[in-house]
């Protein structure tokens, strides 16, 4: 079946740093793929997505690109600040089933010291 | 946007009593709700797919009778978590997607999440 798998954390970075989360996945269709943030207590929040191969999401900061060749949406940001700590999962969805949920890599932890 | 909703966002109970917790799409039609169960530093963890006007799907592992769930109207499902146990406590999210006809067709929008202590 669909699977996701990221880079286990934690992540702790200086402010200012430069990010990259790895994330490959494995489907047998075309599936979209999605960043979600999980803050301290709080639920998920969609950081940004992409539907199709080469497609890039951005938000925040945050960038990621659809890469199809090497079934990859590595998540990236330029220069991370400290409220940039949390969770974050790299998940995708089969785009063809309605009735199916999201598969979720494991989460990776970012830690941001000022 | 997209909204969802949970309630309560925390609850503290005693051994033995039975929970409910809401999870409300507010701005679209939902006929799918998924409930999620998260251990503290850990993934999300399926329990069930929640289906309008059907029985949920319940993932391997999870206690239908204990977990029930109900989903009566296209904006709202419930979870309930009978005869809880210290065992219990957990932080539980859900999540719809939105099958209406905008933008956001098929992408799922999750809850606040629900930390349940059992004492």
């Known amino acids: 079946g669909d699977s996701v798998t990221q880079m286990e954390g934690p992540v702790t970075l200086s402010e200012e740093a430069f990010l990259t989360i790895n994330c490959t996945y494995t489907?047998?269709?075309?599936?979209?793929l999605f960043w979600y943030v999980q803050y301290p207590g709080e639920g998920l929040q969609l950081l940004l997505k992409?539907?199709?191969?080469?497609d890039k999401g951005s938000n925040k900061g945050f960038e990621a690109t659809y890469r199809k060749e090497t079934t990859s949406f590595h998540l990236e940001k330029g220069s991370v600040q400290v409220s940039d700590s949390a969770v974050y999962f790299c998940?995708?969805?089969?785009?063809?089933?309605?009735?199916?949920?999201?598969?979720f890599g494991k989460g990776t932890r970012l830690s941001v010291i000022a | 946007g997209a909204v969802v909703s949970q309630h309560p966002s925390r609850v503290i109970c005693k051994s033995g009593t039975s929970v409910k917790i809401e999870c409300r799409s507010l701005d679209f039609q939902a006929t799918t709700m998924f409930w999620y169960r998260q251990f503290p530093k850990q993934s999300l963890m399926l329990m069930a797919t929640s289906n309008e006007g059907s029985k949920a799907t319940y993932e391997q592992g999870v206690e239908k009778d204990k977990f029930l769930i109900n989903h009566a109207s296209l904006t709202l499902s419930t979870l309930t978590v009978t005869s809880a146990h210290p065992e219990d406590s957990s932080f539980y999210i859900c999540?719809?997607?939105?099958?209406?006809?905008?933008?956001?067709?098929?992408?799922?929008?999750f809850g606040p999440g629900t930390r349940l202590t059992v004492l």
């Open positions: 998940a995708l969805s089969d785009q063809n089933s309605g009735n199916t949920p999201l598969v």
């Open positions: 992409a539907t199709k191969a080469d």
């Open positions: 999540s719809a997607r939105d099958q209406g006809g905008g933008g956001n067709y098929n992408e799922q929008f």
């Open positions: 489907a047998t269709g075309y599936p979209s």
